[in-house]
Structures are given as C-alpha cells and as structure tokens.
C-alpha cells in the first residue's frame, strides 16, 4: 500500500493488488475509465471503493439486458424463418396438386381474388340499381321482385276465377242437357200418343217452354197442370207440394198405399222427380193392399204409358211380412185417400207397420174439422189424426189450401161442404207421430180383431 502526500497522487491496482503507478500529469482523458480515488480508509485497507462498485454493477446489467436484445433477436429470427419454411412447404403441396385436379397452385387464390371481385361488381351493381324516394333509398330490383309476385297473386286469383266461372258454365251445361232430355222424352211420349189416336190435338206451347197435357214447365215445375180438381182437392198444389217435400227431405225411394187413388197425376210427378232429383229416384213401389191382379196391371199399363221411371207394384195381404218387405229401406210413404176406409184397428195397425219397417217419412191426407165421431158410428170415413184416438204428435209440415172453394148454389150438403174445405196433407217423421206408438197395442180399439187390408 502506498500513502499520498495529500496532494493528487493516483494509485493503480494490480492484480496482485501490489503495483502502484504514478501520477502522470493528471491525464484524465486516458485513465477515465480505469482510475478511481481513493479515500483514506481505502488506502488503509485497500479494498474498492463504492462507486467503483457501482460502476462495475451497471456494467454488468448492461451486458445483460445486450444479451437479452440478442436473444429477442435469434428468437424472432427463428421464428420468421419457420414460418417461411411453412408457406414454402404449402406452396410445394399447391405445386403437386396441379396434376390432381388440372390446375395450378395458383388457380385457388385465382379463385378466391374472382369472387371477391364479383362481390364487389354485385354490390357496386345493387349501388347503382337503388333510387331515392324522397329521401329514402329504394332497391330497385326489391321493387321489381315485389311487383313480380303482386302480377302472381293477381294471375292466381284471375284463375281461380275463371275455373269457378267454368264450373257454372258446365252446371249450366248440364241444367240444359236435363232440360232437352226431358223435352224430347215428353215429346216422344206426346207423338206416340198422338199415332195412336190420330184424332187428337197434339199440343206444344212454345211461349212458355210448356208441353203435354199437364203443361209441365221445362225450365222451373210448378206442379201438374190441366187436371183441375179432382175429388174437390186442387191437383196442381197437391202435385207441386209433394214435389217440394221429396226435394226438401232428400228422398231417394218412395212407397204410394195404394197407387189407384192416384194414378191420374203421379205418373208424371215421378217422372218430373226423377228428372230434377239428384242422382234420380232410387226406388219407387206402387202397393196394392188385398188388391187383385188385374187392377194391378191396368194400373199398371197407365205408369208405363206415362212415365218412363222404372216402377215396382206389388200386391200384398194381411201377412204382416209381406209388408215388411215392401215397406223395408224405403224413405217416404205417401197415402192418399187409403186410411179414410179403414176401421180404426186397421188404421192404427198401418201407423205402426210403418214404425216398425223403420219408414222415414209418411205423408197422408187429413181432414181438421174432423171429430172421428163419425167412424164411431160408421166404422169408416174422413179422419183427423189430430184428434181421438189417435192424438198424433205436431207434423213436421201442414200443407192446407187443397180443396176447392165451394160456392153457395152447389148443391153439396153442409157437412161435405166443411169436409172438402178442411183437407190437408200432412207431413210426419214416423219415429216422432207418438211416442207411444212403439208400445201401443191395438186393444185400444174397438177393432183389436182387425189386420190391414
């Protein structure tokens, strides 16, 4: 160790820690780096002072943090150069896969470049198509797809028009093909009556679409014409009425009980039903109760000439299975003057025959001022099924205006005056005429002993 005289003496430190080196005229330039004063605690001990310590400390953090630098740099270095060897290497792949599918390994990004392309032309193209409507923009192609299916909706609905318009022109069609049908039918029926009585007018009213005698219209029935009255009830309302009844309840199959009664109009009736009802008439069944063949078949003769309706007539007797087979499936029965000249255990024996074959309809003729006081007496007569015994249920229809007005010099008594004034033809469901009618027995009457005729 060497002591200073106080003065500027520099001492330079060895590595043995034993060599001393002069001052040299205080070169301060040269020995900056190296040269550090000395205290004079540190001449004693010879150990370093604090800010050569603090100096050798700094150095060394920035050796480090140039290391760290370094570092950062290899890594970054390394990590771009693998990143290179990837795109290289996916560029190779592109390069072999050119024989795969015929094309090259730029033709993807090619691809990929067009697309976007045509996007942006589609939406520079959208751009140019919208117009402003005040200061809203409008698409012009939303206008144009949203008066495309307006001119649709209206080319649907203008269709559907025109079928449903077909369809009534071929109802229409139809209607008139019925119509000229029934006319040469009627036309044919009047010529080959008129060949076979060359004496009598054949007559044709062209007017009013009207033919034969019963001046039934073509276009629209108004019942049968030309008959007048017939046992003082007005055949063109009974006619048109009845019509009206089978039009209404759907009738399809019709049993008359019994048909002589009748024979002057129905003919025509069924044959005017038969035309107008839908699907025609199913069935239809003259009856004759204990009636004899050779009535049958002269009654007979008058429904061939008349109609051209296929008709079933049918004799029956007391055997109350024979009428359950006339009477079995069959939708309305209409009977006309019939129960008038039954006692009243027969009368009362045909309601519940008819509730027994499960018949829909009955449709019969009724006298209102009627006390069936009479039939006590006679046994047989005009009836009022209203009144005792047989206190029948409300009808479903009663049909009055029938009978024709009787004026004061005729000669008809007052009795048949009120008869033939109080005719009406009354309309029954027949599981509804009386509730006891299932349960009733013919004990009731004075005619238990009696079976239909």
């Given at each position: 160790?060497?002591?200073?005289?106080?003065d500027?003496?520099?001492i330079?430190?060895?590595?043995?820690?034993?060599?001393?080196?002069?001052?040299q005229?205080?070169?301060e330039?040269h020995?900056?780096?190296?040269?550090?004063?000395?205290?004079?605690?540190?001449?004693?001990?010879g150990?370093?002072?604090?800010?050569?310590r603090?100096?050798?400390?700094?150095?060394?953090?920035?050796?480090?943090?140039?290391?760290?630098?370094?570092?950062?740099?290899?890594i970054?270095?390394?990590?771009?150069?693998?990143f290179?060897?990837?795109?290289?290497?996916?560029?190779?792949k592109?390069?072999?896969?050119?024989?795969?599918f015929?094309?090259?390994?730029n033709?993807?990004?090619n691809s990929?470049?067009?697309?976007?392309?045509?996007?942006?032309?589609q939406?520079?193209q959208s751009?140019?198509?919208?117009?402003?409507?005040?200061d809203?923009?409008v698409?012009?192609e939303?206008?144009?797809?949203?008066?495309a299916?307006?001119?649709?909706?209206?080319?649907?609905?203008?269709?559907?028009?025109?079928?449903?318009?077909?369809?009534?022109?071929?109802?229409?069609?139809?209607?008139l093909?019925?119509?000229?049908?029934?006319?040469?039918?009627?036309?044919?029926?009047?010529?080959?009556?008129?060949?076979?009585n060359?004496?009598?007018s054949?007559?044709?009213?062209e007017?009013?679409?009207?033919?034969?005698e019963?001046?039934?219209?073509?276009?629209?029935?108004?019942?049968?014409q030309?008959?007048?009255y017939?046992?003082?009830?007005?055949?063109?309302?009974?006619?048109?009425?009845?019509?009206?009844?089978?039009?209404?309840?759907?009738?399809?199959?019709?049993?008359i009980?019994?048909c002589?009664?009748?024979?002057?109009?129905?003919?025509?009736?069924?044959?005017r039903?038969?035309f107008?009802?839908?699907?025609?008439?199913?069935?239809?069944?003259?009856?004759?109760?204990?009636?004899?063949?050779?009535e049958?078949?002269?009654?007979?003769?008058?429904?061939?000439?008349?109609s051209?309706?296929?008709?079933?007539?049918?004799?029956?007797?007391?055997?109350?299975?024979?009428?359950?087979?006339?009477?079995s499936?069959?939708?309305?029965?209409f009977?006309w003057?019939?129960?008038?000249?039954?006692?009243?255990?027969?009368?009362?024996?045909?309601?519940?025959?008819?509730n027994?074959?499960?018949v829909?309809?009955?449709?019969?003729?009724?006298?209102?001022?009627?006390?069936?006081?009479?039939?006590?007496?006679?046994?047989?007569?005009?009836?009022?099924?209203?009144?005792?015994p047989?206190?029948?249920?409300?009808?479903?229809?009663?049909?009055?205006n029938?009978s024709?007005?009787?004026?004061?010099?005729?000669?008809?008594?007052?009795?048949?005056?009120?008869?033939?004034?109080?005719?009406?033809?009354?309309?029954y469901?027949?599981?509804?005429?009386?509730?006891?009618l299932?349960?009733?027995?013919?004990?009731?009457?004075?005619d238990?002993s009696?079976?239909?005729?």
């Open positions: 160790m060497v002591r200073g005289n106080g500027e003496s520099v330079l430190i060895g590595k043995n820690g034993n060599e001393s080196i002069p001052d005229s205080h070169d330039t020995f900056h780096s190296t040269e550090v004063s000395l205290s004079p605690q540190d001449e004693e001990t150990t370093p002072s604090k800010s050569l603090r100096t050798s400390t700094k150095r060394r953090k920035q050796t480090t943090q140039v290391i760290i630098i370094l570092s950062l740099c290899i970054c270095t390394l990590i771009w150069f693998v290179r060897i990837q795109i290289e290497y996916r560029s190779f592109l390069s072999k896969s050119k024989s795969w015929g094309y090259s390994s033709s993807h990004a990929l470049l067009k697309l976007e392309k045509y996007r942006e032309q939406q520079q751009e140019s198509q919208s117009v402003f409507i005040g809203q923009p698409d012009v939303q206008m144009l797809n949203t008066k299916r307006e001119i649709e909706r209206r080319n649907v609905l203008e269709k559907l028009a025109l079928e449903e318009e077909r369809r009534k022109v071929q109802e229409q069609k139809e209607l093909l019925k119509e000229k049908t029934y006319f040469q039918h009627h036309m044919q029926k009047q010529l080959t009556k008129h060949r076979g060359p004496h009598q054949l007559t044709i009213h007017n009013r679409g009207e033919i034969d019963d001046s039934v219209s073509a276009a629209k029935f108004q019942g049968i030309g008959l007048g017939i046992d003082g009830v007005q055949i063109e309302r009974l006619s048109f009425m009845l019509y009206r009844i089978v039009q209404n309840y759907s009738i399809r199959s019709v049993a009980v019994p002589d009664t009748v024979v002057q109009w129905m003919p025509s009736l069924l044959n039903l038969d107008d009802v839908e699907g025609g008439m199913k069935s239809v069944r003259c009856v004759y109760p204990n009636g004899k063949n050779e049958m078949n002269r009654i007979k003769m008058k429904f061939d000439e008349e051209a309706l296929e008709i079933g007539h049918v004799v029956v007797t007391e055997n109350e299975q024979e009428w359950n087979h006339v009477l499936g069959i939708d309305l029965v009977s003057n019939w129960i008038q000249k039954l006692m009243d255990g027969k009368v009362w024996s045909f309601l519940k025959m008819l027994d074959c499960q829909k309809y009955f449709v019969v003729n009724n006298n209102k001022s009627i006390k069936n006081t009479r039939r006590k007496t006679h046994g047989i007569g005009e009836i009022n099924l209203r009144a005792p047989y206190r029948l249920a409300e009808p479903l229809k009663v049909i009055g029938l024709k007005v009787l004026e004061e010099n005729e000669e008809d008594s007052i009795q048949e005056k009120i008869k033939k004034g109080s005719v009406q033809m009354l309309v469901k027949v599981c509804e005429m009386r509730k006891e299932k349960s009733q027995t013919e004990t009731e009457f004075d238990e009696e079976s239909i005729e």
